[in-house]
T-cell receptor, first 113, second 114 residues
Framework: KAGVTQTPRYLIKTRGQQVTLSCSPI?????VSWYQQTPGQGLQFLFE???????NKGNFPGRFSGRQFSNSRSEMNVSTLELGDSALYLC????????????FGNGTRLTVT | SQKIEQNSEALNIQEGKTATLTCNYT??????LQWYRQDPGRGPVFLLL?????KEKRKERLKVTFDTTLKQSLFHITASQPADSATYLC?????????????FGKGTKLSVIP
């Protein structure tokens, strides 16, 4: 079974631009979560989607948004990029969410200059 | 405020010894707790899950305990090997609007010295 695939692997953007990151979950997994990882803050929860609906949301500004498609693939968008948005963005899928273990992709490394 | 603390940022241990990592939390009533391993440049990998009504879980050389009175989980790796060197993350599940939300600690970087 293929794992969670995130594209692109690396991305360099300038302040003020917007970016879209993509995530393909494991086949059959309906829950997709997004996390931001930085050295100072660790892994921070952005949001979770389940069957195309946002089920949970972390404490991030509205510049961070996401969506999930009918095939469970997910995208997250960050608008008006700031230097502090530089981070590793991780997507994780699970069967149903809840207590199901998360299966992470290897992330997209975003650098904002 | 809610807080998850993992005992130290880094832990060095001699090969063959037992590594013990600690995860303490405050102002949570977690339904369950998970442990993950993360290697550099990779996403975390799930290791073990333990529920609030379970005291201990084992998987091969790994053991996790969960003490809801002390608000603490211990993660043990017995007969540690250099290949066990990685960052280990604990994650607590609390109920969100529609399901559980996992909150991660910042991790402990374990180095097993040959």
């Amino acid at each position: 079974k293929a794992g969670v695939t995130q594209t692109p692997r690396y991305l360099i953007k300038t302040r003020g631009q917007q970016v879209t990151l993509s995530c393909s979950p494991i086949s059959g997994h309906r829950s997709v979560s997004w996390y931001q990882q930085t050295p100072g803050q660790g892994l921070q929860f952005l949001f979770e989607y389940f069957s195309e609906t946002q089920r949970n949301k972390g404490n991030f500004p509205g510049r961070f948004s996401g969506r999930q498609f009918s095939n469970s693939r997910s995208e997250m968008n960050v608008s008006t990029l700031e230097l502090g948005d530089s981070a590793l963005y991780l997507c994780a899928s699970s069967l149903e969410g809840g207590s199901s273990p998360l299966h992470f992709g290897n992330g997209t490394r975003l650098t904002v200059t | 405020s809610q807080k998850i603390e993992q005992n130290s940022e880094a832990l060095n241990i001699q090969e063959g010894k037992t590594a013990t990592l600690t995860c303490n939390y405050t102002n949570y009533s977690p339904a369950y707790l998970q442990w993950y391993r993360q290697d550099p440049g990779r996403g975390p990998v799930f290791l073990l899950l333990i529920r609030e009504n379970e005291k201990e879980k084992r998987k091969e050389r790994l053991k996790v305990t969960f003490d809801t009175t002390l608000k603490q989980s211990l993660f043990h790796i017995t007969a540690s090997q250099p290949a066990d060197s990685a960052t280990y993350l604990c994650a607590l599940a609390s109920s969100g609007a529609g399901s559980y939300q996992l909150t991660f600690g910042k991790g402990t970087k374990l180095s097993v010295i040959p």
